[in-house]
C-alpha cells in the first residue's frame, strides 16, 4: 500500500511519542491545519490493520498507536526501510495539479513540499509550469504569500480538468477496476504510486453506491453504455456528490438548462439523480441532473445501431459528407455501409460532445496520427470543412481516422469467430478485427465486446480472446495494440497454437449472402421503391400546408393513419436541428411515428423557395423537399433500406444534383442501381 510522505510523518510522530500527542501537535509539526491531519487519519485504520495495530484517541492525551510491542517495532522497520518515491517532473505536476483541483481551501507552498517530498523551490518551479495548463481548463492559479496557493474558477471547469487528468493518466481498465472493487494490476512504483494517489482521492464507499445506481439506469437503456463513457460518468457523478455535501453548487445557464430538460436522457438523468438522493440521504439540484443528462447524451454506445432516432439520418447525411471530402483529400474512394454506418453512430454523440464543449481524451491519438500522418490530417481538414462552425478537437478526429483507417484494412468483408474487447467501442477494435482476418484466415468468426459483455459471457475453452486493454488474470487471453505489430501476430499465432480449438458458431438464420436473405432484400427494395415519387406543386402555398396536403395524398394511398399527427411530428422535428443539405436547395423532413404505416420516400418539388435552417446551422434557400417517413415497428432489413437512402444523396456531387434537379425516372433509376450494388454486396 502506498504511504504519502505526509502519512510517513505523522506515523513518524506517533512512533516517537507512545504517550501520545495532540491533532494540534502534529498539525504544528507537519504545518498544516488540523483538518487536514484530521483527514489524513481517516485512512489510518486500513493502514494499520496488517499490523494489528489501532489508533486510540484518548481526551487529554491525544492520539497514540496500540498494540503489541514486536507489531510496533515491525512497523518501525517498515517505514525505515520505505524510500520517498522519486517522482518524475510530470508525475510531481500531475499529483500537484489533483492536490490543488481537489482543495476546498488555500494550500501552503511548505506543506506541498514536505506531502511531496520536494524543496519549495521545486513546487514554485512546478507551479510555474501549471500556470498554462490551469488557463486551458479556464482556471487561475492565485499564488499569494500569506493566502497560499489555491485553484480558482468555476466548479464545472474544475471538475473537467480532473476529468482530463485521471483520463491522462489512468486508461479504463484501471478507472473501471476500481470502480468495480478490483484490484489495480501490480506496476512499477512510480505508476502504482501515481494510481493510489489520485484514486485515493475518491471515496470509495461513494463511488460504489454511485456504480450501484449507474449500473441500474444502465439497464434500462436499450444499448449500454460503452466503458470509457461509463467510468468518466461514475467519476463525473462522484465528485459532484463531494461538493455538494461541502455544500457548493455547480452553475448551469437557464436556457441550456431549459433545452436539455426537453431531450429523451433527462427522465434517465432524473431517476440516476433520484436513485443517489435516496442512497445517500442528500438533494442534488436539477443543474447537476443537466449535467448528467449532457454526459448520457454525450456517451459513446456500445453498439453500432441503424436508424435507431430520427436524427440519425441528419447524421448520416454529414458522414457521407465527411466520406466524399475525406475521399477528395486523401485521393482514395472511401465507401461501404460498414464505414457509413460506423461513422454515424459515432458522430450523434460526437457532435453533441463538440456543441457543448465537452473534452474526451483519445489515449491512441499519438499513435493514429504517426500510423496515418496524410489520413489524420485529410480527416481533419475535412472535419472542418463539413463541421465548420465547431471546434473538431485533434482527439475527436483521431477516433474519426480510425473508422477510415478500419475501412482502409477491411477486405470485402468480415466475418466472426474470436472475442476482440476494446474499451472505446470507436473504431480501434474494428481495425484490429480487419487486421486478423487477414492474417489469420482460420479465424471464422469474431465478436466484438466491451469489458462488461465480456463479464457477461459463458466462454468456451477454445475462444480466443483478443484484447487491446489489460484484463482480469481469469481470462485466458492476449493483450495487443489496436495496429497490430508483426511481433505481435507471431504471439497471437503461439497463443493459438495452445488452444483446443474454437466450437462451431450457430448458425444465423439468414446468413448474409445467403439465397434466402438477398431475396428478403430484395423484396423490401422493391417495396419501398412502389412508394417513390416525385410531387410537383401546382399552386403557391404556405409550406406547412404544404406539406399536410402531401400527407393528406400519402393518408388517402394507406400509407399514413393520421396526417395532422405526421405533420405535428415534423414539425416537432424541426426543433432538435438544422434539416437543410448544407451548399443545396435540398431539405429532408423525416419521422418514425406509429401514425406511419409503410416506408415512405418522395420529393415535394415546390414553386417558390423556402428559408430553412441547415444541419450545419446555416440557412439555405429549398426548392425540393426530400419526405422519408418510417413505421415505429420495422424489421433489420427495411431499416437498412430507408438508411440507405441517406447515403445515396450524399454519395458525391452527382447524386446531389441528382436529387436536387433530376426527374423522377432520374431518381429511380439511379435508387435502384444503389440497392441493386447492396444486395449484391458490391459497397
Not at 507512545?18 to 494540534?24: L, Q, W
Not at 500569506?146 to 487528468?165: M, N, P, T, V, Y
Not at 476494446?422 to 479465424?443: D, H, V, Y
Given at each position: 500500500m502506498?504511504?504519502?510522505?505526509?502519512?510517513?510523518?505523522?506515523?513518524?510522530?506517533?512512533?516517537?511519542?507512545?504517550?501520545?500527542?495532540?491533532?494540534?501537535?502534529?498539525?504544528?509539526?507537519?504545518?498544516?491545519s488540523?483538518?487536514?491531519?484530521?483527514?489524513?487519519?481517516?485512512?489510518?485504520?486500513?493502514?494499520?490493520?496488517?499490523?494489528?495495530?489501532?489508533?486510540?484517541?484518548k481526551?487529554?492525551?491525544?492520539?497514540?498507536?496500540?498494540?503489541?510491542?514486536?507489531?510496533?517495532?515491525?512497523?518501525?522497520?517498515?517505514?525505515?526501510?520505505?524510500?520517498?518515491?522519486?517522482?518524475?517532473?510530470?508525475?510531481?505536476?500531475?499529483?500537484?495539479?489533483?492536490?490543488?483541483?481537489?482543495?476546498?481551501?488555500?494550500?501552503?507552498l511548505q506543506?506541498?513540499?514536505?506531502?511531496?517530498?520536494?524543496?519549495?523551490?521545486?513546487?514554485?518551479?512546478?507551479l510555474?509550469?501549471?500556470?498554462?495548463?490551469?488557463?486551458?481548463?479556464?482556471?487561475?492559479?492565485?499564488?499569494?504569500?500569506?493566502?497560499?496557493?489555491?485553484a480558482?474558477?468555476?466548479?464545472?471547469?474544475?471538475?473537467?480538468?480532473?476529468?482530463?487528468?485521471?483520463?491522462d493518466?489512468?486508461?479504463?481498465?484501471?478507472?473501471?477496476?476500481?470502480?468495480?472493487?478490483?484490484?489495480?494490476?501490480?506496476?512499477?512504483?512510480?505508476?502504482?504510486?501515481?494510481?493510489?494517489?489520485?484514486?485515493?482521492?475518491?471515496?470509495?464507499?461513494?463511488?460504489?453506491?454511485?456504480?450501484?445506481?449507474?449500473?441500474?439506469?444502465?439497464?434500462?437503456?436499450?444499448?449500454?453504455?460503452?466503458?470509457?463513457?461509463?467510468?468518466?460518468?461514475?467519476?463525473?457523478?462522484?465528485?459532484?456528490?463531494?461538493?455538494?455535501?461541502?455544500?457548493?453548487?455547480?452553475?448551469?445557464?437557464?436556457?441550456?438548462?431549459?433545452?436539455?430538460?426537453?431531450?429523451?436522457?433527462?427522465?434517465?438523468?432524473?431517476?440516476?439523480?433520484?436513485?443517489?438522493?435516496?442512497?445517500?440521504?442528500?438533494?442534488?439540484?436539477?443543474?447537476?441532473?443537466?449535467?448528467?443528462?449532457?454526459?448520457?447524451?454525450?456517451?459513446?454506445?456500445?453498439?453500432?445501431?441503424?436508424?435507431?432516432?430520427?436524427?440519425?439520418?441528419?447524421?448520416?447525411?454529414?458522414?457521407?459528407?465527411l466520406?466524399?471530402?475525406?475521399?477528395?483529400?486523401?485521393?482514395?474512394t472511401?465507401?461501404?455501409?460498414?464505414?457509413?454506418?460506423g461513422?454515424?453512430?459515432?458522430?450523434?454523440?460526437?457532435?453533441?460532445?463538440?456543441?457543448?464543449?465537452?473534452?474526451?481524451?483519445?489515449?491512441l491519438?499519438?499513435?493514429?496520427?504517426?500510423?496515418?500522418?496524410?489520413?489524420?490530417?485529410?480527416?481533419?481538414?475535412?472535419?472542418?470543412?463539413?463541421?465548420?462552425?465547431l471546434?473538431?478537437?485533434?482527439?475527436?478526429?483521431?477516433?474519426?481516422?480510425?473508422?477510415?483507417?478500419?475501412?482502409?484494412?477491411?477486405?470485402?468483408?468480415?466475418?466472426?469467430h474470436?472475442?476482440?474487447?476494446?474499451?472505446?467501442?470507436?473504431?480501434?477494435?474494428?481495425?484490429?478485427?480487419a487486421?486478423?482476418?487477414?492474417?489469420?484466415?482460420?479465424?471464422?468468426?469474431?465478436?466484438?465486446?466491451?469489458?462488461?459483455?465480456?463479464?457477461?459471457?459463458?466462454?468456451d475453452?477454445?475462444?480466443l480472446?483478443?484484447?487491446?486493454?489489460?484484463?482480469?488474470?481469469?481470462?485466458?487471453?492476449?493483450?495487443?495494440?489496436?495496429?497490430?505489430?508483426?511481433?505481435?501476430?507471431?504471439?497471437?499465432?503461439?497463443?493459438?497454437?495452445?488452444?483446443?480449438?474454437k466450437?462451431?458458431?450457430?448458425?444465423?438464420?439468414?446468413?448474409?449472402?445467403?439465397?434466402?436473405?438477398?431475396?428478403?432484400?430484395?423484396?423490401?427494395?422493391?417495396?419501398?421503391?412502389?412508394?417513390?415519387?416525385?410531387?410537383?406543386?401546382?399552386?403557391?402555398?404556405?409550406?406547412?400546408?404544404?406539406?399536410?396536403?402531401?400527407?393528406?395524398?400519402?393518408?388517402?394511398?394507406?400509407?399514413?393513419?393520421?396526417?395532422?399527427?405526421?405533420?405535428?411530428?415534423?414539425?416537432?422535428?424541426?426543433?432538435?436541428?438544422?434539416?437543410?443539405l448544407?451548399?443545396?436547395q435540398?431539405?429532408?423532413?423525416?419521422?418514425?411515428?406509429s401514425?406511419?404505416?409503410?416506408?415512405?420516400?418522395?420529393?415535394?418539388?415546390?414553386?417558390?423557395?423556402?428559408?430553412?435552417?441547415?444541419?450545419?446551422?446555416?440557412?439555405?434557400?429549398?426548392?425540393?423537399?426530400l419526405?422519408?417517413?418510417?413505421p415505429?415497428?420495422?424489421?433489420?432489413?427495411?431499416?437498412?433500406?430507408?438508411?440507405?437512402i441517406?447515403s445515396?444523396?450524399?454519395?458525391?456531387?452527382?447524386?446531389?444534383?441528382?436529387?436536387?434537379?433530376?426527374?423522377?425516372?432520374?431518381?429511380?433509376?439511379?435508387?435502384?442501381?444503389?440497392?441493386?450494388?447492396?444486395?449484391?454486396?458490391?459497397?
Amino acid at each position: 500500500m502506498y504511504v504519502s510522505a505526509r502519512d510517513r510523518r505523522i506515523l513518524d510522530e506517533l512512533l516517537a511519542h507512545p504517550e501520545g500527542v495532540t491533532v494540534a501537535y502534529l498539525a504544528e509539526a507537519l504545518d498544516v491545519s488540523e483538518r487536514t491531519i484530521h483527514r489524513d487519519l481517516t485512512t489510518f485504520d486500513s493502514l494499520l490493520q496488517p499490523y494489528e495495530l489501532t489508533l486510540e484517541k484518548k481526551s487529554g492525551t491525544g492520539l497514540r498507536l496500540s498494540g503489541p510491542d514486536s507489531e510496533l517495532q515491525t512497523l518501525t522497520n517498515d517505514l525505515s526501510e520505505a524510500r520517498s518515491i522519486d517522482f518524475l517532473p510530470e508525475q510531481r505536476q500531475l499529483l500537484l495539479s489533483y492536490k490543488l483541483l481537489t482543495a476546498t481551501e488555500p494550500v501552503k507552498l511548505q506543506a506541498l513540499a514536505s506531502e511531496l517530498h520536494i524543496t519549495e523551490a521545486t513546487v514554485r518551479n512546478d507551479l510555474d509550469k501549471l500556470t498554462s495548463w490551469m488557463e486551458d481548463h479556464q482556471l487561475t492559479l492565485l499564488r499569494r504569500r500569506g493566502f497560499g496557493i489555491q485553484a480558482a474558477g468555476e466548479e464545472a471547469s474544475k471538475r473537467r480538468a480532473i476529468r482530463a487528468l485521471l483520463a491522462d493518466h489512468l486508461n479504463d481498465t484501471d478507472l473501471l477496476r476500481f470502480i468495480r472493487r478490483r484490484t489495480l494490476a501490480e506496476t512499477g512504483g512510480r505508476t502504482k504510486a501515481i494510481a493510489d494517489q489520485l484514486l485515493g482521492f475518491v471515496d470509495e464507499e461513494r463511488i460504489q453506491e454511485v456504480e450501484q445506481a449507474v449500473e441500474e439506469v444502465n439497464r434500462q437503456l436499450p444499448v449500454p453504455i460503452a466503458d470509457s463513457s461509463y467510468a468518466a460518468l461514475v467519476v463525473h457523478l462522484t465528485l459532484a456528490l463531494e461538493r455538494i455535501q461541502l455544500g457548493e453548487r455547480v452553475q448551469m445557464k437557464e436556457e441550456l438548462l431549459a433545452r436539455l430538460r426537453d431531450k429523451q436522457e433527462f427522465p434517465l438523468a432524473a431517476s440516476l439523480a433520484a436513485r443517489l438522493e435516496e442512497r445517500l440521504s442528500l438533494s442534488i439540484p436539477e443543474t447537476e441532473i443537466g449535467y448528467i443528462t449532457m454526459h448520457l447524451r454525450g456517451a459513446k454506445l456500445q453498439r453500432d445501431t441503424q436508424f435507431q432516432a430520427d436524427p440519425d439520418l441528419d447524421i448520416s447525411f454529414l458522414a457521407g459528407r465527411l466520406i466524399r471530402h475525406v475521399s477528395d483529400r486523401y485521393g482514395t474512394t472511401f465507401a461501404g455501409h460498414a464505414l457509413e454506418q460506423g461513422l454515424t453512430a459515432h458522430l450523434s454523440p460526437a457532435l453533441y460532445r463538440m456543441q457543448q464543449q465537452m473534452s474526451i481524451h483519445n489515449p491512441l491519438k499519438e499513435t493514429i496520427q504517426s500510423k496515418y500522418p496524410e489520413l489524420f490530417n485529410a480527416v481533419q481538414d475535412a472535419a472542418g470543412h463539413v463541421f465548420a462552425d465547431l471546434p473538431v478537437p485533434e482527439d475527436e478526429v483521431g477516433f474519426l481516422v480510425l473508422h477510415f483507417g478500419s475501412a482502409l484494412e477491411l477486405d470485402d468483408g468480415r466475418e466472426y469467430h474470436a472475442y476482440v474487447i476494446c474499451s472505446t467501442g470507436i473504431g480501434s477494435s474494428k481495425m484490429m478485427a480487419a487486421r486478423l482476418k487477414r492474417e489469420f484466415p482460420q479465424i471464422t468468426s469474431m465478436e466484438q465486446l466491451s469489458v462488461y459483455e465480456l463479464e457477461q459471457k459463458q466462454l468456451d475453452p477454445g475462444d480466443l480472446i483478443i484484447s487491446t486493454i489489460a484484463l482480469d488474470e481469469q481470462y485466458d487471453h492476449i493483450q495487443v495494440n489496436p495496429f497490430v505489430t508483426e511481433e505481435e501476430l507471431a504471439a497471437i499465432e503461439r497463443y493459438m497454437g495452445r488452444k483446443p480449438g474454437k466450437r462451431e458458431q450457430p448458425q444465423q438464420s439468414e446468413p448474409e449472402g445467403s439465397l434466402e436473405s438477398m431475396q428478403s432484400q430484395l423484396n423490401a427494395a422493391l417495396h419501398l421503391m412502389q412508394h417513390v415519387e416525385l410531387i410537383q406543386e401546382s399552386t403557391s402555398v404556405p409550406f406547412w400546408t404544404s406539406l399536410y396536403n402531401t400527407l393528406l395524398y400519402l393518408q388517402g394511398k394507406g400509407f399514413v393513419g393520421d396526417a395532422e399527427a405526421v405533420t405535428r411530428a415534423l414539425q416537432e422535428r424541426t426543433k432538435l436541428s438544422g434539416v437543410g443539405l448544407p451548399n443545396t436547395q435540398l431539405a429532408l423532413y423525416h419521422a418514425r411515428t406509429s401514425e406511419v404505416r409503410e416506408p415512405v420516400f418522395l420529393i415535394l418539388e415546390r414553386i417558390q423557395e423556402e428559408p430553412v435552417q441547415a444541419m450545419d446551422g446555416s440557412t439555405i434557400y429549398v426548392r425540393r423537399i426530400l419526405l422519408m417517413l418510417a413505421p415505429q415497428q420495422m424489421n433489420e432489413i427495411e431499416s437498412s433500406m430507408l438508411s440507405r437512402i441517406s447515403s445515396m444523396i450524399v454519395k458525391n456531387d452527382t447524386s446531389l444534383r441528382l436529387f436536387a434537379e433530376g426527374t423522377e425516372k432520374d431518381v429511380k433509376d439511379f435508387m435502384s442501381g444503389e440497392f441493386l450494388q447492396l444486395i449484391r454486396g458490391i459497397n
